[in-house]
Protein backbone atom coordinates (compact mmCIF):
# COMPACT_ATOMS: atom_id res chain seq x y z
CA UNK A 1 0.00 0.00 0.00
CA UNK A 2 2.56 2.85 0.96
CA UNK A 3 4.82 1.14 -2.10
CA UNK A 4 2.04 2.06 -3.93
CA UNK A 5 1.69 5.54 -2.55
CA UNK A 6 4.54 6.63 -3.16
CA UNK A 7 5.29 5.26 -6.76
CA UNK A 8 1.50 6.89 -7.46
CA UNK A 9 2.24 10.27 -5.05
CA UNK A 10 -1.13 11.83 -7.48
CA UNK A 11 -3.28 9.42 -5.63
CA UNK A 12 -2.45 11.25 -2.46
CA UNK A 13 -3.18 14.69 -4.16
CA UNK A 14 -6.58 12.94 -5.01
CA UNK A 15 -7.33 11.95 -1.29
CA UNK A 16 -6.33 15.28 0.11
CA UNK A 17 -8.91 17.24 -3.01
CA UNK A 18 -11.31 14.85 -1.72
CA UNK A 19 -11.28 15.51 1.90
CA UNK A 20 -11.27 19.08 1.24
CA UNK A 21 -14.10 19.27 -1.06
CA UNK A 22 -15.91 17.23 1.41
CA UNK A 23 -14.89 19.85 4.33
CA UNK A 24 -16.43 22.39 1.89
CA UNK A 25 -19.54 20.80 1.23
CA UNK A 26 -20.47 19.27 4.59
CA UNK A 27 -20.03 22.87 6.07
CA UNK A 28 -21.80 24.96 3.15
CA UNK A 29 -24.79 22.20 3.60
CA UNK A 30 -24.69 23.00 7.35
CA UNK A 31 -24.75 26.82 6.72
CA UNK A 32 -27.48 26.33 4.34
CA UNK A 33 -29.76 24.16 6.63
CA UNK A 34 -29.03 26.75 9.51
CA UNK A 35 -30.15 29.61 7.00
CA UNK A 36 -33.47 28.03 6.70
CA UNK A 37 -34.46 27.11 9.75
CA UNK A 38 -33.63 31.21 10.87
CA UNK A 39 -35.56 31.95 8.63
CA UNK A 40 -38.16 29.90 9.23
CA UNK A 41 -38.33 30.80 13.26
CA UNK A 42 -38.53 34.29 11.66
CA UNK A 43 -41.28 34.04 9.84
CA UNK A 44 -43.61 32.12 12.35
CA UNK A 45 -42.53 35.14 15.24
CA UNK A 46 -44.17 37.26 12.56
CA UNK A 47 -47.01 35.61 12.67
CA UNK A 48 -47.62 35.31 16.10
CA UNK A 49 -47.33 39.42 16.55
CA UNK B 1 -31.62 19.71 -2.59
CA UNK B 2 -31.19 17.21 -5.74
CA UNK B 3 -28.80 19.95 -7.34
CA UNK B 4 -26.83 20.04 -4.23
CA UNK B 5 -25.87 16.00 -4.28
CA UNK B 6 -25.23 16.83 -8.33
CA UNK B 7 -22.88 19.50 -7.49
CA UNK B 8 -21.50 17.00 -4.83
CA UNK B 9 -21.11 13.81 -7.16
CA UNK B 10 -19.91 16.20 -10.15
CA UNK B 11 -17.35 17.95 -7.92
CA UNK B 12 -15.87 14.28 -6.42
CA UNK B 13 -16.26 12.82 -10.39
CA UNK B 14 -13.71 15.95 -11.38
CA UNK B 15 -11.32 15.93 -8.59
CA UNK B 16 -10.99 11.75 -9.43
CA UNK B 17 -10.55 12.20 -13.34
CA UNK B 18 -9.38 15.04 -13.19
CA UNK B 19 -6.36 14.18 -11.16
CA UNK B 20 -5.77 10.52 -11.58
CA UNK B 21 -6.78 9.97 -14.97
CA UNK B 22 -3.61 9.04 -16.87
CA UNK B 23 -1.87 11.11 -19.39
CA UNK B 24 -0.59 8.90 -22.18
CA UNK B 25 0.98 9.69 -26.09
CA UNK B 26 -1.90 8.21 -28.21
CA UNK B 27 -4.88 8.01 -26.20
CA UNK B 28 -7.67 4.90 -26.71
CA UNK B 29 -9.35 4.35 -23.73
CA UNK B 30 -12.19 7.08 -22.78
CA UNK B 31 -10.11 7.44 -19.32
CA UNK B 32 -6.92 8.78 -21.00
CA UNK B 33 -6.05 11.68 -21.67
CA UNK B 34 -3.66 13.25 -24.42
CA UNK B 35 -0.16 14.02 -23.87
CA UNK B 36 0.28 17.80 -24.49
CA UNK B 37 4.15 18.41 -25.38
CA UNK B 38 5.34 21.37 -22.98
CA UNK B 39 2.88 20.56 -20.36
CA UNK B 40 2.50 17.05 -19.55
CA UNK B 41 1.17 16.28 -16.49
CA UNK B 42 1.06 19.87 -15.42
CA UNK B 43 -1.92 19.94 -17.93
CA UNK B 44 -4.34 18.28 -14.97
CA UNK B 45 -4.49 22.00 -12.99
CA UNK B 46 -6.62 23.15 -16.01
CA UNK B 47 -9.76 21.70 -14.67
CA UNK B 48 -8.78 23.73 -11.41
CA UNK B 49 -7.39 26.71 -12.52
CA UNK B 50 -9.78 27.76 -15.64
CA UNK B 51 -12.92 27.59 -13.45
CA UNK B 52 -12.00 29.74 -10.77
CA UNK B 53 -11.04 32.73 -13.53
CA UNK B 54 -14.16 31.97 -14.77
CA UNK B 55 -16.54 32.48 -11.49
CA UNK B 56 -14.07 35.84 -11.34
CA UNK B 57 -15.72 36.88 -14.92
CA UNK B 58 -19.13 35.84 -13.37
CA UNK B 59 -18.81 37.34 -9.89
CA UNK B 60 -17.64 40.82 -11.24
CA UNK B 61 -20.76 40.93 -14.21
CA UNK B 62 -23.19 39.83 -11.28
CA UNK B 63 -21.63 42.75 -9.04
CA UNK B 64 -21.78 45.44 -12.28
CA UNK B 65 -25.29 43.89 -12.74
CA UNK B 66 -26.48 44.33 -9.27
CA UNK B 67 -25.02 47.51 -9.19
CA UNK B 68 -27.15 48.75 -12.07
CA UNK B 69 -30.49 47.43 -10.28
CA UNK B 70 -29.60 49.36 -7.42
CA UNK B 71 -28.80 52.56 -8.60
CA UNK B 72 -32.79 51.96 -10.43
CA UNK B 73 -34.63 50.50 -7.43
CA UNK B 74 -32.59 51.92 -4.53
CA UNK B 75 -33.07 48.57 -2.86
CA UNK B 76 -30.04 47.61 -0.17
CA UNK B 77 -30.81 43.93 -0.49
CA UNK B 78 -29.12 44.87 -4.53
CA UNK B 79 -26.36 46.15 -2.47
CA UNK B 80 -25.70 43.13 -0.58
CA UNK B 81 -26.01 40.79 -3.55
CA UNK B 82 -23.09 42.79 -5.59
CA UNK B 83 -20.97 43.18 -2.53
CA UNK B 84 -21.10 39.10 -2.19
CA UNK B 85 -20.72 38.74 -5.79
CA UNK B 86 -17.86 41.39 -4.98
CA UNK B 87 -16.17 39.25 -2.38
CA UNK B 88 -16.23 35.84 -4.19
CA UNK B 89 -15.06 37.36 -7.44
CA UNK B 90 -12.25 38.56 -5.61
CA UNK B 91 -11.42 34.99 -4.10
CA UNK B 92 -11.48 33.54 -6.84
CA UNK B 93 -9.08 35.85 -8.58
CA UNK B 94 -6.50 34.83 -5.84
CA UNK B 95 -6.80 31.76 -6.58
CA UNK B 96 -6.84 32.23 -10.01
CA UNK B 97 -3.89 33.89 -9.46
CA UNK B 98 -2.03 31.45 -6.63
CA UNK B 99 -2.93 28.27 -9.28
CA UNK B 100 -1.78 30.48 -12.20
CA UNK B 101 1.11 30.97 -10.28
CA UNK B 102 2.24 27.38 -9.20
CA UNK B 103 1.47 26.29 -12.96
CA UNK B 104 3.41 28.77 -14.28
CA UNK B 105 6.27 27.55 -12.07
CA UNK B 106 6.20 24.25 -13.80
CA UNK B 107 5.31 25.04 -17.21
CA UNK B 108 7.34 28.31 -17.57
CA UNK B 109 9.73 28.13 -14.24
CA UNK B 110 9.00 30.83 -12.47
CA UNK B 111 6.12 31.91 -9.94
CA UNK B 112 6.03 34.74 -11.77
CA UNK B 113 7.02 36.30 -14.94
CA UNK B 114 4.83 39.19 -15.57
CA UNK B 115 3.71 37.81 -18.50
CA UNK B 116 0.37 40.00 -19.80
CA UNK B 117 -1.91 37.58 -18.10
CA UNK B 118 -0.12 37.44 -15.43
CA UNK B 119 0.06 41.25 -15.51
CA UNK B 120 -3.49 42.11 -16.10
CA UNK B 121 -4.46 39.94 -13.59
CA UNK B 122 -2.57 41.80 -10.98
CA UNK B 123 -4.16 44.98 -12.55
CA UNK B 124 -7.52 43.32 -11.86
CA UNK B 125 -6.72 42.17 -8.07
CA UNK B 126 -5.72 46.11 -7.55
CA UNK B 127 -8.92 47.32 -9.26
CA UNK B 128 -11.28 45.38 -7.08
CA UNK B 129 -9.32 45.70 -3.70
CA UNK B 130 -10.08 49.41 -4.60
CA UNK B 131 -13.69 48.58 -4.49
CA UNK B 132 -13.44 47.37 -0.83
CA UNK B 133 -10.81 50.00 0.43
CA UNK B 134 -13.53 52.40 -1.49
CA UNK B 135 -16.93 50.63 0.49
CA UNK B 136 -15.02 50.50 4.16
CA UNK B 137 -14.13 54.31 4.25
CA UNK B 138 -17.33 55.35 3.73
CA UNK B 139 -20.07 55.81 7.35
CA UNK B 140 -23.71 56.16 5.14
CA UNK B 141 -25.14 53.16 3.96
CA UNK B 142 -27.09 54.76 0.87
CA UNK B 143 -24.02 56.93 -0.08
CA UNK B 144 -21.73 53.64 0.16
CA UNK B 145 -24.18 51.59 -2.08
CA UNK B 146 -24.52 54.12 -4.57
CA UNK B 147 -20.71 54.91 -4.87
CA UNK B 148 -20.12 51.27 -4.46
CA UNK B 149 -22.60 50.47 -7.28
CA UNK B 150 -21.03 53.24 -9.71
CA UNK B 151 -17.60 51.93 -8.95
CA UNK B 152 -18.54 48.38 -9.52
CA UNK B 153 -20.08 49.05 -13.06
CA UNK B 154 -17.15 51.00 -14.13
CA UNK B 155 -14.63 48.45 -12.75
CA UNK B 156 -16.46 45.90 -14.87
CA UNK B 157 -15.50 47.64 -17.98
CA UNK B 158 -12.10 46.92 -17.77
CA UNK B 159 -12.86 43.54 -16.33
CA UNK B 160 -13.41 42.20 -20.24
CA UNK B 161 -10.64 44.44 -21.47
CA UNK B 162 -8.08 42.76 -19.22
CA UNK B 163 -8.93 38.95 -19.49
CA UNK B 164 -9.85 38.28 -22.83
CA UNK B 165 -8.50 41.48 -25.05
CA UNK B 166 -5.13 42.55 -23.30
CA UNK B 167 -3.29 38.67 -23.12
CA UNK B 168 -4.45 38.09 -26.42
CA UNK B 169 -3.21 41.52 -28.75
CA UNK B 170 0.48 40.54 -26.86
CA UNK B 171 2.97 38.46 -27.31
CA UNK B 172 3.37 35.98 -23.91
CA UNK B 173 3.29 32.54 -22.66
CA UNK B 174 -0.43 31.90 -21.45
CA UNK B 175 -2.09 29.93 -24.31
CA UNK B 176 -4.09 32.45 -26.50
CA UNK B 177 -1.43 35.20 -26.50
CA UNK B 178 -0.64 36.89 -29.77
CA UNK B 179 1.58 34.25 -30.95
CA UNK B 180 0.31 30.90 -29.94
CA UNK B 181 0.41 29.26 -33.10
CA UNK B 182 -3.19 27.64 -31.87
CA UNK B 183 -4.44 31.09 -31.30
CA UNK B 184 -8.26 30.71 -30.75
CA UNK B 185 -9.98 30.32 -27.82
CA UNK B 186 -7.91 28.93 -25.03
CA UNK B 187 -10.69 25.48 -24.72
CA UNK B 188 -9.12 24.51 -28.30
CA UNK B 189 -5.72 24.09 -27.17
CA UNK B 190 -4.87 20.41 -27.87
CA UNK B 191 -7.35 18.48 -25.55
CA UNK B 192 -9.24 15.56 -26.93
CA UNK B 193 -12.86 15.05 -26.32
CA UNK B 194 -12.77 13.54 -23.05
CA UNK B 195 -10.55 16.00 -21.70
CA UNK B 196 -13.20 18.40 -22.79
CA UNK B 197 -15.62 16.60 -21.35
CA UNK B 198 -14.28 17.16 -17.94
CA UNK B 199 -13.02 20.36 -18.15
CA UNK B 200 -17.23 21.70 -18.84
CA UNK B 201 -18.68 19.31 -15.83
CA UNK B 202 -15.48 21.24 -13.79
CA UNK B 203 -17.00 24.35 -15.17
CA UNK B 204 -20.57 23.65 -14.38
CA UNK B 205 -19.57 22.18 -10.89
CA UNK B 206 -17.78 25.36 -10.03
CA UNK B 207 -20.35 27.51 -11.45
CA UNK B 208 -23.60 25.86 -9.11
CA UNK B 209 -21.13 25.96 -6.38
CA UNK B 210 -20.53 29.46 -6.72
CA UNK B 211 -24.46 30.46 -6.76
CA UNK B 212 -24.53 28.28 -3.56
CA UNK B 213 -22.11 30.54 -1.77
CA UNK B 214 -23.86 33.46 -3.18
CA UNK B 215 -26.91 32.54 -2.26
CA UNK B 216 -25.72 31.53 1.50
CA UNK B 217 -23.08 34.86 1.68
CA UNK B 218 -26.34 37.25 1.35
CA UNK B 219 -28.58 35.28 2.96
CA UNK B 220 -26.62 35.50 5.78
CA UNK B 221 -25.81 39.19 5.31
CA UNK B 222 -29.71 40.12 5.09
CA UNK B 223 -30.85 37.77 7.97
CA UNK B 224 -28.09 39.37 10.07
CA UNK B 225 -29.37 42.99 9.38
CA UNK B 226 -33.31 41.85 10.29
CA UNK B 227 -31.94 40.40 13.41
CA UNK B 228 -30.00 43.70 14.27
CA UNK B 229 -33.16 45.55 13.52
CA UNK B 230 -35.54 43.95 15.08
CA UNK B 231 -33.76 43.11 18.64
Known sequence: ?49 | MYWKILLFVLMVFVSIAGITFPIVDKPSAWYEFPFIPGLGENAKIIFFHVPTAWLTVIAFLMSCIYGFRYLRNKNLNDDVKAYVANQLGIVFCILATVTGAVWAKFAWGAFWSWDPRQTSIFALLLIYGAWFALRSSIESEEKRATLSSVYSIIAFVTVPFFIFIMPRIMTGLHPGSADDETSGPIVNFKMNENMLLIFFISLIAFTILYFWMWYIGYKSILLKEKLQKNY
Open chain 1, 1 to 49: MIKFLTENAIYIVMIIVLIVWIGIFFYLLGMDRRIKSIEKEMKGEKNEE
